[in-house]
């Protein structure tokens, strides 16, 4: 019981580092031909926007709007790949998709 509680608590601890990796790494999404970026980071949190001026028309702000919405989604997209990449191995481990089922711990009753 104690080798389960032990490899129970590496397994947290992993997957602990990987949320504060995740928190800390920035990843860009793009729109426009690289006119407009966004960057956010591994856990989806938007740091910053980039618009070229070249792309601001008063006369038409959806297409600007539009690009900028793009931009987020393409960012979050690539962030949500990286936490698939980073986290999926780690919960795979607990015996399931999203680390809800604890089976693969081999712990009595789950």
Do not use: H, W, Y
């Not at 990987?18 to 793009?30: N, R, S």
């Not at 618009?51 to 702000?61: C, E, L, S």
């Not at 793009?70 to 962030?79: K, P, S, T, Y």
């Amino acid at each position: 019981m104690q080798e389960i509680m032990k490899q129970a608590q590496e397994m947290q601890q992993q997957l602990m580092n990987a949320q504060e990796e995740l928190a800390e790494a920035e990843v860009t999404g793009t729109a426009g031909g690289g006119m407009v970026t966004a960057t956010v980071t591994g856990a989806g949190e938007l740091q910053s926007m980039s618009i070229d001026p070249k792309v601001v028309d008063p006369t038409d702000t959806e297409t600007l709007s539009d690009m900028v919405v793009a931009a987020v989604r393409d960012a979050n997209r690539a962030a949500q790949q990286m936490q698939a990449d980073k986290m999926g191995p780690l919960t795979n481990a607990l015996g399931g998709q999203g680390g809800t089922d604890m089976g693969g711990l081999g712990l009595p009753g789950m």
